[in-house]
């Protein structure tokens, strides 16, 4: 890649052009250097929140007898606290005060947007699909 293209995608000057990756192998391993621990640890917590969520759809519905619907409702509220603070400790690594518009928010419109997906496709799989 030519490097005036780089200077402008990085928004450097010319004297710091060394520090520009020129290459995919360079970019990656830079990318993996500054934040390869954080995505494994985002990792790992997903993993542990897709876990959570299941067993608690799976005990909903059996354990609790509700209807597949509810059964996700409750999941998703119970599930979307431990997401939200092991998260916001262990993979962003913040502590004190929460900052509503920059963490608590975007947090709870994306988790809102993923309930109400999943509540239609649950609603959706249950209307349409008989499992006897």
């Excluded at 192998?25 to 929140?49: D, M, P, Q, T, Y």
């Excluded at 299941?54 to 509810?70: R, S």
Aim: hydrophobic share 50%; no cysteine.
């Amino acid at each position: 890649m030519p490097r005036n293209v780089l200077l402008r995608l990085y928004g450097l000057a010319a004297d710091t052009i060394s520090d520009v990756p020129t290459t995919l192998n360079e970019s990656i391993g830079r990318i993996r250097a500054e934040h390869g621990a954080k995505l494994l640890r985002f990792g790992a917590v997903s993993a542990f929140n897709v876990l959570l969520g299941q067993a608690l759809l799976y005990g909903a519905q059996v354990a609790m007898g509700l209807e597949p619907v509810w059964a996700n409702i409750f999941a998703v509220s119970i599930g979307t606290v431990p997401a939200y603070l092991l998260s916001r400790y262990w993979v962003w690594e913040r502590r004190g005060k929460n900052h509503f518009w920059k963490e608590v928010l975007p947090f709870w419109v994306l988790t809102f947007i993923g309930f109400l997906l999943s509540t239609a496709a649950v609603w959706f799989v249950d209307t349409r699909w008989d499992p006897s």
